[in-house]
C-alpha cells in the first residue's frame, strides 16, 4: 500500500531539510541543487515535501489513499519530484553548460557526489510511491 515507500521519503525529506542548516558548504548546498544563497532558505520547500509525504503515509496506513485529498496530496508530490528531476536531468544533458555548466555554477553538488546522488534517489522514492496506484480498498469495493 506505499506506506514504508512514504516513511522513506519522510525520512528522507526530513534528513535534507534539516541537514542545510546544520552542516557547512558545500553539503549544504545538495538536497536543492539551487547554490549558497538559497541552500538554506530552500529547506522549507524540502520540509512541505516531508510533511505531505508523512500525511500519504498516515492515508496509506488507514486506507484512504483514494480520498480526494490525498489523491491531489500524491499529485502534488508527484509534480514536485517529478520537477526536481526534470531539472537535474536538463543540467546534465546540456542547460545550463552540461556538465562544464554543473562544474561552474553548481560545484558544490559535484563535490559531494554521495549526498547529491542520495537526494536524487529520495526524489525518484517519493515519484515512484505517488505513481504507483494504491491497492483497492474494502470501503471501495462494497
Known sequence: D???LYALATM???WFTVMPNLVAFPLATVPTILGKRLS????AWTFLSATTAYILKDGAERGRLHASTFRTLRRG????SGAHLFVV????????GGMAGLRAY????????KASFLSLCVHALA?????TPPP?????ET
Open 2 to 4: 506505499g506506506r514504508s
Open 12 to 14: 528522507g525529506f526530513l
Open 40 to 43: 538554506r532558505a530552500a529547506s
Open 77 to 80: 508530490l508527484a509534480a514536485a
Open 89 to 96: 536531468a536538463l543540467k546534465l544533458c546540456g542547460a545550463d
Open 106 to 113: 553548481y560545484p558544490a553538488a559535484l563535490s559531494c557526489p
Open 127 to 131: 515519484l515512484f510511491a505517488c505513481l
Open 136 to 140: 483497492k480498498s474494502e470501503a471501495a
